[in-house]
């Protein structure tokens, strides 16, 4: 099935087409109007994250006032966590807190996982129709998941961290209840992407944020087998992979089967490609910060960027727009991308 | 001069050395503990930087305690930011807070620099003096200084932060300022250094914690050519460079004369002496989490790591020790690491 607009599809797809598809990392967000308002009308993000009413509207409101090519369904990677048993707080300007997170292996033992968890995320699934309702064929919609690495380390962590050394040193500590816990959590994983794909997402977007983390030996224990496994279960939907800041396993990326990689703005497009062939589909990689520059600077960058990666190019940053990011700086942005003629 | 233990000197001159020389990035810190003794005999971190007599201190235990191959003069990298007119407080647990960031380009005219700041750090260089007379001629002496970039950084941000992005909105508005401030803090480490190596000190580090923050273009207009100089300015005494994150950098290392480079633990040996040559030597790479780990898993990781960089070779952890690590563990790893021979 296409949609009016189905440039995205078409990129993932290895379609010619006349210019990159572009979306934003948190379009639906601080820098929107209405998000603020809506967020400032619930107690909590949270509250915002479980209300698939509101969900539907914060997801299409980029489409119409920033005009991306493709929308994202809001919610947060912790939702599969806190389905799991490890319930987590979004504290203003200090990020996720957890009140239970894994002290000991006896508490994984204690966690739900794969289809068990689905009843508790109902709620992520009953906001795709709405959602669809409202885009109304116009754009595909992305879903995203959190990487098994990012959300075991914040269930071991409790929190953010500069290091996540408390869940590192557990792998060191427990190799082999870290693969148990990876292996629930991966599982999780696929029941959720799979059922946020049968309820109607056309894309799936997988976020390793942590992958940094690691050593390219424990990417490749502890990281690499479970990410291939979700990526294989979703086989037949198209798949963005983001393992930020893992750029030293890229050689080993080889092996897994996504359509695109989503790259950070430190990552050279000719490294990817070097290791991951001519051809490979590369989303990103625009300094977010770059938005702080005046418009005729970021017309600059945009030009460069798209001459730069070539075709197979989403365009979108680097990273997730920062909140303070004036929205008008991103529109022309995305007018930028759109007004390109390869 | 040879010191009793020369084997650091003698890696940094391309000596032919039996076994790795090894120091511990903080080894001056937390996990010892007449650190934490010393520590909570004063109001405030920066009462301890201030502290001639009490830096001796903590600089020489390592020393006696761990029995590691050379001291590092116990410090913080915020002490030029302060001697400059940017002045800071370090809050347990949040880290460095600035009263007065920079936060127009005309608040960067009342600053002072280079050579005129060094009255305002004498506790630094009297402090050498003492150390010198504790090592007693047994050891080598580090000293170190944050690179132009990430003392930018934070005189920009006001604190840390996950992205530094008020310090990289500057880069992107204000870059003729950015390049002012950036010459400034030049001037002022070069001074420093300077003066640090005609005290006592045989070693400097360059540390630029945050150099993973920008793009590679950013890092080639803002960094390189201020790093070049300070470089150059300390020709003569050996130079380690710690270029932290800056990976898509490092090819344009070449251009930059220091002896050895400090690596992460995400960094593959292969790609440094790739792009720096085979004869580099390199400094660190050991995932400091593996402290966590059992003994005979450190003795493991140890040996293996020294097989795997080969000789020119300076053993340290890939980042500084983490607070919470057992100095027994420290102390077994660098025990393993005497106990080698090539």
């Not at 997801?59 to 806190?82: R, W, Y």
């Not at 590192?168 to 992407?193: C, N, Q, V």
Request: hydrophobic share 40%.
């Amino acid at each position: 099935m296409a949609y009016d607009n189905n440039l995205l599809l078409d990129v993932l797809n290895g379609k010619e087409v006349s210019r990159p598809p572009i979306w934003v990392m948190r379009q639906a967000g601080r820098i929107l109007p209405g998000y603020r308002e809506i967020r400032a009308s619930v107690p909590s993000f949270k509250h915002l994250v479980k209300r698939p009413d509101l969900i539907s509207i914060v997801t299409v409101e980029p489409l119409d006032v920033l005009g991306v090519d493709a929308a994202i369904l809001f919610s947060d990677i912790l939702v599969i966590p806190e389905a799991m048993g490890v319930d987590y707080e979004i504290v203003e300007k200090k990020g996720p807190v957890f009140d239970n997170p894994i002290q000991q292996v006896s508490d994984i033992d204690k966690l739900k996982s794969g289809d068990d968890c689905l009843a508790d995320l109902s709620y992520v699934f009953e906001s795709i129709g709405a959602t669809k309702t409202r885009i109304a064929g116009r754009n595909p919609l992305i879903g995203f998941a959190g990487a098994p690495w990012t959300l075991f380390a914040y269930m071991i962590e409790g929190s953010g961290s500069k290091t996540f050394a408390k869940a590192r040193r557990f792998l060191y500590e427990e190799p082999e209840a870290s693969h148990k816990l990876m292996g629930m959590i991966t599982d999780t994983i696929i029941s959720y992407a799979k059922e946020k794909v049968r309820c109607g997402c056309d894309v799936i977007q997988l976020f390793d944020s942590w992958a940094g983390m690691l050593t390219v030996n424990q990417y490749e224990t502890f990281c690499i087998p479970y990410i291939k496994r979700i990526l294989e279960a979703l086989e037949g939907t198209p798949r963005i992979f983001f393992p930020k800041g893992a750029w030293s396993s890229v050689p080993s990326f080889k092996a897994l089967d996504f359509e695109a990689i989503s790259v950070d703005w430190k990552t050279p497009i000719d490294y990817i490609r070097g290791h991951l062939g001519g051809d490979q589909i590369i989303q990103g990689n625009l300094d977010p910060a770059a938005m702080y520059g005046s418009k005729a600077d970021i017309t600059t960058v945009v030009n460069d960027k798209i001459a730069e990666v070539g075709k197979r190019h989403i365009f979108n940053l680097g990273h997730g727009v920062y909140p303070d990011t004036d929205a008008a700086h991103v529109k022309h942005m995305i007018d930028t991308v759109k007004a390109y003629k390869y």
